[in-house]
């Protein structure tokens, strides 16, 4: 697909979802300022949480707790230069809720990617000017800085997305289409669903939701019964383009740890092996499909078609326990592994790097 180079008058999605791209998987649009491609898969967990009915407030008891702390994130950018001569400013729009009382604001990183002027807009109407902190295309996460002042900052407390359940109820608080402080609701229709990020990266663990999102909604919380933060607002799979009761959300417990991150230092790491995956055929284990060159896997000398089955001496059985094994390192961490060629077992070293842009 054509990245577009300029942002659109309303953050727009790409209208439709596309061919499968491999085993179970679908490409759909992104809730974004941009033509993103992105693939949701379906993923198999044995520890998969068990349908739940759970009770807590009501909608609306919900809304009232939160609504303050959503807000509407407009941003400006500066299309390329035009072959005729000039160049304009045009504008996208998203979601975002606010983090603390020193005015820090979540949302995702396709909304402000290449912004130039970010505004956001809060529960009474007032906007006020912010700076992008740090962002993370891996993750799809950014955190903006407003000056603001303390009567209008209501942050909002982030559960942990670990303890969600299928049946939860949900609310989504976002600003679909620019109308600001929309509320939709439904429930968790899936967990453990599989995105893939701005920059190709997977999003490991999100979170599927029948509640209505839409153009706009990027950024926004996902709220449970209890009013915390358990997902941001990124996703949907839709073939018109519009909302069509599948949505994705980053799993709170992953966006506690990057914005932490990006508050702190203004940039994420994540440790990088450098390798394309897939399940071993009929064996336990986590099949190299390709090497990258240049990377921890070439110069440990990993090939397609090996399997790895260790990290550190404990057993990975599928490709997404070793995403999450080398996720859990740090970039310059040295990591034993386990693999399997031609019925034979090796173990290397490996040294991990940082996750390239």
């Known amino acids: 697909m054509r990245r577009p180079t300029s942002l659109s008058l309303v953050a727009a999605l790409v209208a439709g979802a596309f061919i499968g791209v491999g085993g179970g998987a679908a490409t759909y649009a992104a809730l974004s300022s941009g033509d993103t491609k992105t693939v949701v898969r379906q993923v198999t967990v044995d520890d998969s949480q068990s349908a739940s009915s759970s009770s807590g407030l009501s909608v609306n008891a919900i809304y009232q707790r939160t609504h303050k702390g959503v807000v509407e994130i407009t941003v400006s950018g500066r299309t390329q230069a035009s072959p005729f001569g000039g160049s304009g400013t045009q504008q996208a729009q998203g979601s975002g809720f606010?983090?603390?009382?020193?005015?820090?604001?979540?949302?995702?990183?396709?909304?402000?990617?290449?912004?130039?002027?970010?505004?956001?807009?809060?529960?009474?109407?007032?906007?006020?000017?912010?700076?992008?902190?740090?962002?993370?295309?891996?993750?799809?996460?950014?955190?903006?800085?407003?000056?603001?002042?303390?009567?209008?900052?209501?942050?909002?407390?982030?559960?942990?997305?670990?303890?969600?359940?299928?049946?939860?109820?949900?609310?989504?608080?976002?600003?679909?289409?620019?109308?600001?402080?929309?509320?939709?609701?439904?429930?968790?229709?899936?967990?453990?669903?599989?995105?893939?990020?701005?920059?190709?990266?997977?999003?490991?663990?999100?979170?599927?939701?029948?509640?209505?999102?839409?153009?706009?909604?990027?950024?926004?919380?996902?709220?449970?019964?209890?009013?915390?933060?358990?997902?941001?607002?990124?996703?949907?799979?839709?073939?018109?383009?519009?909302?069509?009761?599948?949505?994705?959300?980053?799993?709170?417990?992953?966006?506690?740890?990057?914005?932490?991150?990006?508050?702190?230092?203004?940039?994420?790491?994540?440790?990088?092996?450098?390798?394309?995956?897939?399940?071993?055929?009929g064996a336990n284990g986590a099949e190299i499909s390709r090497v990258t060159a240049n990377t921890p896997a070439q110069r440990a000398g990993f090939r397609g078609g090996d399997v790895i089955t260790q990290v550190d001496g404990k057993l990975v059985d599928t490709a997404d326990e070793l995403r999450a094994a080398i996720n859990a390192k740090q970039p310059g961490d040295t990591v034993s592994v386990t693999y399997t060629r031609d019925g034979k077992t090796h173990t290397v070293r490996v040294a991990l790097t940082n996750r390239p842009s």
């Open 98 to 281: 606010v983090y603390d009382t020193e005015g820090r604001i979540v949302t995702n990183e396709h909304v402000v990617e290449g912004a130039q002027s970010v505004s956001v807009k809060f529960w009474n109407g007032k906007s006020y000017d912010a700076t992008v902190v740090g962002t993370d295309p891996s993750t799809d996460l950014a955190v903006l800085d407003v000056d603001a002042p303390a009567s209008v900052l209501s942050p909002l407390a982030l559960g942990d997305s670990g303890k969600v359940q299928v049946g939860n109820t949900v609310v989504a608080i976002g600003s679909p289409f620019g109308l600001e402080q929309t509320v939709t609701a439904g429930i968790v229709s899936a967990l453990h669903r599989q995105m893939t990020s701005p920059n190709n990266f997977t999003i490991d663990d999100s979170i599927q939701t029948d509640a209505a999102i839409n153009h706009g909604n990027s950024g926004g919380p996902l709220i449970d019964s209890s009013g915390r933060v358990i997902g941001v607002n990124a996703q949907i799979a839709s073939d018109s383009g519009g909302n069509e009761g599948v949505g994705f959300a980053i799993p709170s417990n992953t966006a506690k740890s990057i914005v932490s991150q990006l508050i702190d230092t203004g940039k994420v790491e994540h440790a990088f092996l450098g390798v394309a995956l897939q399940d071993a055929s």
